[in-house]
């Protein structure tokens, strides 16, 4: 529970730069400036999962949410969290690409810790989630480099070639905006929309063919209740 997108639902009275109703995705550690405290020698350098107070200060002792009583992780209507730990994202774009932010974050840090050399070869062991954005990260960053992937299962190994071949692997396909929920994670009903604006099930129709000659290997079909 501690990879998390919410909408910020209130502020308490020493809370300076969020506001309620922004869209955030969540930097779970419970480091030095969540805890109260001046800042370590590891937090002074931006390195906060190597925080030496993780058991220190106002916060109960845990790493991150999920690991502490006083932070509890995200499996949940609601979820504490320091003003500091909530970094603001676009309005627009699915929850299920925002919340890859935290494993994003992680493939990101090794990778720029430990970038491959140019014309080189980098081999990413593994290909779960970290690893495939691992992948992706490499391949935009360092064209010039060849990427290797070591895989133990066959979906693994179809994701990777995709990812090889800039394949669209993903869509979020939103069928309808209209909806009698208010849920504070989605943004659709917030900016109402005309019928017109919806898709025709003939034009939906058109865009799986369309999708499925270029090869797409997931569709997510979202949409309230008309």
Same mark, same amino acid.
């Given at each position: ?59 109960? &002792? #845990?790493?991150?949410? $999920?690991?502490?009583? !006083? +932070?509890?992780? =995200?499996?949940?209507?609601? @979820?504490?969290? *320091?003003?500091?730990?909530?970094? &603001? #994202?676009?309005?627009? $774009?699915?929850?299920? !690409? +925002?919340?890859? =932010?935290?494993?994003?974050? @992680?493939?990101? *840090?090794?990778?720029?810790?430990? &970038?491959?050399?140019?014309? $080189? ?106």
């Amino acid at each position: 529970g501690h990879e998390v997108v919410g909408v910020i639902e209130s502020v308490g009275l020493g809370v300076r730069k969020r506001r309620v109703g922004e869209r955030v995705v969540l930097n779970p550690w419970l480091s030095c400036v969540p805890r109260g405290l001046p800042p370590c020698e590891w937090c002074r350098v931006g390195e906060v999962a190597q925080c030496l107070n993780f058991t220190r200060g106002s916060v109960q &002792p #845990g790493i991150h949410h $999920g690991n502490s009583a !006083a +932070a509890t992780g =995200a499996f949940a209507p609601r @979820v504490p969290a *320091h003003e500091s730990q909530c970094i &603001p #994202g676009p309005d627009e $774009g699915s929850a299920d !690409a +925002a919340v890859l =932010a935290d494993r994003f974050a @992680v493939s990101l *840090h090794a990778v720029l810790h430990h &970038p491959p050399p140019g014309g $080189g070869t980098a081999v990413v062991y593994g290909c779960g989630t970290l690893g495939l954005l691992a992948i992706a990260i490499l391949r935009e960053l360092y064209p010039s480099v060849q990427v290797l992937a070591v895989v133990r299962f066959d979906h693994q190994a179809r994701l990777a070639a995709a990812f090889f071949r800039r394949r669209l692997i993903h869509c979020n396909l939103q069928v309808t905006y209209r909806c009698n929920f208010r849920c504070q994670i989605c943004d659709f009903w917030k900016q109402p929309r005309e019928l017109s604006e919806e898709l025709t099930p003939e034009e939906v129709r058109v865009i799986g063919r369309k999708l499925n000659k270029l090869g797409t290997m997931i569709i997510s079909l979202g949409g309230g209740e008309p």
